[in-house]
């Protein structure tokens, strides 16, 4: 045994995204004793600007918006109480398909190996005992988060360490849960089209193959609050609408598929650090 302390390092693509994702386990850890270490992956410039005004449109002012989030994202890592936050700051790729996929300096557009080696640097700095991260989808197919998943992978790759992998996922079940509770909260939303129905049904994961389910229940208000803290995408962030009563009915538990291990925990496990401590 060490006094270095056990340490979680979350990888993530967006400001807003440590909340959305990992804000219970974030925040869970933290009060554990455990160090939270986030890594964001983009400078969020093509979010939402002041007044919900779009990307492109009249208005939108990314380096304003840059500053913004900036801002927000280090009200959410004090309201989850995250050790320390890093930034990589790479530009926006925006949404699959988007122009500023293709921008020069994009996240998307850099070389994985470049963004890993830095990344590599972050992790032997750390030495983080946990990484999470994104599944090769990106869970939804977001070019940013696809990227976050490849220089995570590429960067344990060119480490000497062998922390415990996660990737974040979502059980099906619940994923239908979402579904009705999203058309609960917007009556007009029009049904989705039958490719979209299609793709949808495949986010997540079937849940006897998710390996992980962590209870965050008694820190739902603290990932509640994180994420309005990114007040800037509220209209993206539609979680908030619920209220915090619902919202942690809901979002009690956290939930991953672990890809790299080396205690021999058994699984399904409840713990991240199963193994560890």
């Not at 160090?35 to 600007?49: A, I, M, S």
């Not at 990484?131 to 090769?136: F, I, L, M, N, S």
């Not at 239908?176 to 994961?205: K, N, S, V, Y």
């Not at 009915?249 to 939930?255: A, I």
């Amino acid at each position: 045994m060490t006094d270095r302390p056990l340490t979680l390092m979350a990888v993530h693509a967006h400001p807003d995204d440590e909340a959305t994702g990992t804000g219970g386990v974030l925040a869970r850890y933290a009060a554990e004793g455990i160090r939270t270490v986030l890594v964001t992956c983009t400078d969020g410039g093509c979010g939402d600007g002041p007044g919900g005004v779009k990307p492109g449109d009249p208005g939108h002012d990314p380096a304003a918006v840059v500053a913004m989030r900036r801002r927000e994202l280090e009200a959410s890592c004090e309201v989850l109480k995250i050790s320390d936050l890093e930034t990589l700051d790479y530009a926006d790729s925006g949404m699959m398909g988007w122009p500023t996929n293709d921008a020069p300096g994009s996240f998307w557009q850099t070389p994985v190996e470049e963004g890993a080696a830095r990344l590599a640097d972050l992790m032997r700095h750390y030495r983080p005992d946990v990484v999470v991260t994104y599944d090769e989808n990106g869970f939804y197919g977001h070019p940013d988060h696809i990227q976050a998943h490849r220089i995570t992978m590429a960067a344990l790759e060119m480490i000497e360490q062998t922390p415990k992998v996660y990737w974040t996922t979502m059980p099906r079940s619940a994923m239908q849960r979402f579904g009705e509770t999203l058309r609960e909260f917007q009556e007009d939303m029009p049904e989705p089209d039958p490719a979209e129905a299609e793709a949808m049904a495949e986010i997540g994961l079937p849940d006897d193959e998710i390996t992980t389910w962590v209870d965050t229940t008694a820190f739902s208000g603290q990932k509640f609050d994180a994420l309005a803290a990114h007040a800037s995408q509220g209209d993206n962030i539609f979680f908030l609408k619920m209220g915090k009563e619902r919202f942690g009915e809901l979002m009690g538990t956290e939930t991953f598929l672990r890809v790299k291990d080396a205690t021999d925990a058994p699984v399904p496990e409840t713990d991240l650090f199963a193994g560890m401590r």
